[in-house]
């Protein structure tokens, strides 16, 4: 008996690694009983580790797979929190954040736009993060700020949206895109995790495109030169963002040189420094 992708199953856990970067996934042939393998994130995604790097990240540990609970497989899409009924989108403003690479003030910015709308009188904000791999900590932090629901990839079925390249995706983006735009709320904030070419991040913008326009695109880049690739790559989607943020902001000096450079507003969002 094994078990695919988004299967349910039980595992023992094991001893604990140093925490670090982490590359993995799935074996083709799903997790098979009486083999021990990693934990790939803080979500509990358990596959094999295919390396590592240096940089410190998530809990890394090991666990061994007993086997299947039950006579039936069940599937996380099985359990998808999102109807198949396409809802009528309610029109309210949408917020879309992307960066060039992960850890660039991404969900800091989210967090930011996230209180700037309740200090301007908005009661109902709904977060979406629309792809990446799934983080119960970010969701439960835009909750904490005052969203009033939070949804990412589990919610429509998937525990992250790697690999790159999904030939199932399209639809599944489809239906969390229809469905969050039909939510009863003043206004919507996306966040796509990952960099804007891997993730499917490209396959959920052409989506969200189709659907309706963007009111206000963010983009979060480590520098400038980051900053000025990420939107060149961004109108070739055709997407133009309307501000600059992340690490390529957090001087006087590359926040001028970003806006000189890029020919937008930049803006540091994580405030004023000691």
């Known amino acids: 008996m094994s078990v695919l992708p988004g299967?349910?199953?039980?595992?023992?856990?094991?001893?604990?690694?140093?925490?670090?970067?982490?590359?993995?996934?799935?074996?083709?042939?799903?997790?098979?009983p009486d083999k021990e393998y990693s934990i790939l994130s803080s979500c509990g995604i358990v596959g094999e580790l295919v390396g590592s790097s240096s940089q410190r990240k998530n809990p890394l540990g090991?666990?061994?797979?007993?086997?299947?609970?039950?006579?039936?497989?069940?599937?996380?899409?099985?359990?998808?929190?999102?109807?198949?009924?396409?809802?009528?989108d309610k029109g309210a403003e949408l917020y879309l954040i992307v960066g060039t690479s992960a850890e660039v003030g991404?969900?800091?910015?989210?967090?930011?736009?996230?209180?700037?709308?309740?200090?301007?009188?908005?009661?109902?904000?709904?977060?979406?993060?629309?792809?990446?791999t799934s983080s119960i900590v970010e969701l439960l932090t835009y909750r904490d700020f005052g969203a009033f629901t939070t949804l990412d990839c589990v919610d429509f079925g998937l525990p992250t949206t790697y690999p790159s390249e999904r030939a199932d995706i399209s639809p599944i983006f489809d239906r969390a895109?229809?469905?969050?735009?039909?939510?009863?709320?003043?206004?919507?904030?996306?966040?796509?995790?990952?960099?804007?070419?891997?993730?499917?991040?490209?396959?959920?913008?052409?989506?969200?495109?189709?659907?309706?326009?963007?009111?206000?695109?963010?983009l979060a880049a480590p520098d400038s030169l980051a900053a000025f690739g990420g939107l060149r790559i961004l109108e070739t989607m055709g997407f133009a963002a309307d501000l600059l943020t992340g690490p390529c902001t957090d001087t006087p000096t590359l926040l001028e040189r970003t806006q000189k450079l890029c020919g937008?507003?930049?803006?540091?969002m994580l405030g004023p420094r000691p």
């Open 7 to 32: 299967d349910i199953f039980l595992a023992t856990p094991g001893h604990r690694e140093s925490t670090r970067w982490v590359v993995g996934g799935v074996p083709i042939e799903g997790l098979l």
């Open 62 to 88: 090991k666990v061994e797979f007993l086997g299947t609970l039950g006579l039936n497989k069940a599937n996380l899409r099985d359990f998808s929190a999102i109807s198949e009924e396409e809802g009528a």
């Open 106 to 132: 991404k969900t800091t910015a989210g967090l930011t736009i996230l209180r700037s709308l309740l200090h301007q009188g908005y009661s109902q904000v709904a977060v979406l993060k629309a792809t990446g």
């Open 177 to 218: 895109i229809q469905y969050i735009l039909g939510l009863p709320a003043q206004a919507v904030l996306i966040e796509c995790g990952g960099d804007i070419l891997g993730a499917n991040v490209p396959v959920f913008l052409e989506r969200l495109k189709k659907a309706r326009p963007v009111d206000k695109l963010v």
């Open 264 to 268: 937008i507003k930049a803006m540091n």
